[in-house]
Nanobody, 117 residues
Framework: QVQLVESGGGLVQPGGSLRLSCAAS????????MGWYRQAAGKQREWVAT?????????ADSVKGRFTISRDNAKSKNTVFLQMNSLKPEDTAVYYC?????????WGQGTQVTVSS
């Protein structure tokens, strides 16, 4: 059974930083590309970043140069991170992790990120 649990969100001022974590249980982690996604209020969920099992990374244009996705494949860790710098109010959303492409049964509760002064 796969479970993905996001954490690390919060309230931050514009220009600030946050680091999100996603703890993954289940055997899929080490063989799957992982992604971060976000959903702002009243909008559809959108893709933010992907990291392959080999460590290659891809970003949405809106976050390129500001966000960094990484992963820890070590046994008992199975965690994917999203380092977010130079945050903007338009980054405000609930952030989710999932495999890439996403599997609808794997969506967790997400973690709220609010960028506001």
């Amino acid at each position: 059974q796969v479970q993905l649990v996001e954490s690390g969100g919060g309230l931050v001022q514009p220009g600030g930083s946050l680091r999100l974590s996603c703890a993954a249980s289940g055997s899929i982690f080490s063989i799957s590309a992982m992604g971060w996604y976000r959903q702002a209020a009243g909008k559809q969920r959108e893709w933010v970043a992907t990291i392959t099992s080999g460590g290659n990374t891809f970003y949405a244009d809106s976050v390129k140069g500001r966000f960094t996705i990484s992963r820890d494949n070590a046994k008992s860790k199975n965690t994917v991170f999203l380092q977010m710098n130079s945050l903007k109010p338009e980054d405000t959303a609930v952030y989710y992790c999932n495999i890439f492409p996403p599997e609808r049964h794997y969506w967790g509760q997400g973690t709220q990120v609010t960028v506001s002064s």
